[in-house]
């Protein structure tokens, strides 16, 4: 089984290298080969709705040739789904988001959930899900601890700090929200995971890893999206991201 695994905004080897080192030995299976890649142009750290939409584009540019390059599911590794709608039009093989995948196993899970994230600028990404799946009832909060997050360096260096300001929120989303399920608001936080794990007593999702699981399920189960809902395109226009094509 091979699955391309998609950041959504540009990164050095060494970054990809520190996204993969997040599947821990005991989920890797020797029968899967997971390969991270990243755009080489687009957004950078998806603040705002402008760089929502450019990591859209360079995401489905970079996934669009998966299926004919042999993978047999493709995950957008990260909170922000980019393009999983796309790419559900444009493939047949399974396309799996981290913010779906893990708000549908916290429906399961319990009655209502947080997001835990780094800062507020990255809200909408999770409410545009949340609206998605009309799921807004099941969403306690979402709580943000104010760090600016590196999506290269991820929580490298900061453990001291930033694990103690996603405990205290944590603690505030199960005391005063009313949450039984957490979920980390980034694949760049899973560093947090197991520290959060031995201090909370409801369960936490690592979305990196559920996405993961979810693609490797479908594949063995030989489950893709459905393309009554996300039709394929009628004219495949994958030739319009080639630089200087158009005058």
């Given at each position: 089984m091979r699955i391309k695994m998609i950041l959504p905004v540009p990164m050095p080897d060494q970054a990809l290298e520190a996204?993969?080192?997040?599947?821990?030995?005991?989920?890797r299976r020797e029968d899967?080969?997971?390969?991270?890649?990243?755009?080489?142009?687009?957004?950078?750290?998806?603040?705002?709705?402008?760089?929502m939409t450019l990591a859209d584009a360079f995401v489905l540019e970079k996934g669009m040739t998966c299926e004919s390059e042999g993978y047999d599911a493709v995950c957008v590794n990260s909170m922000s789904d980019s393009a999983l709608n796309a790419l559900r039009s444009r493939l047949s093989i399974p396309v799996v988001g981290p913010a779906q995948a893990s708000f549908c196993y916290a429906l399961m899970l319990g009655e209502t959930f947080t997001v835990l994230t780094m800062w507020e600028q990255w809200f909408p990404l999770y409410k545009k899900v949340v609206?998605?799946?009309?799921?807004?009832?099941?969403?306690?909060?979402i709580r943000a601890i104010g760090v600016r997050p590196d999506a290269q360096e991820l929580l490298s260096g900061k453990e001291d700090v930033v694990f103690e300001l996603l405990e205290r929120e944590a603690r505030a989303a199960v005391d005063n929200d009313g949450a039984?399920?957490?979920?980390?608001?980034?694949?760049?936080?899973?560093?947090?995971h197991s520290y959060l794990v031995s201090k909370l007593e409801v369960p936490i999702l690592n979305p990196g890893l559920i996405a993961l699981k979810v693609c490797e399920n479908l594949v063995e189960l030989g489950i893709a999206h459905s393309k009554s809902a996300y039709r394929s395109p009628e004219v495949i226009s994958d030739d319009a991201f080639r630089m200087g094509e158009l005058s």
């Open positions: 996204f993969a080192a997040q599947i821990p030995p005991a989920l899967v080969q997971v390969d991270f890649c990243a755009p080489s142009r687009g957004g950078r750290i998806l603040d705002s709705y402008y760089e609206r998605e799946l009309g799921i807004q009832a099941r969403l306690a909060s039984d399920t957490l979920i980390l608001g980034s694949t760049t936080m899973h560093q947090s």
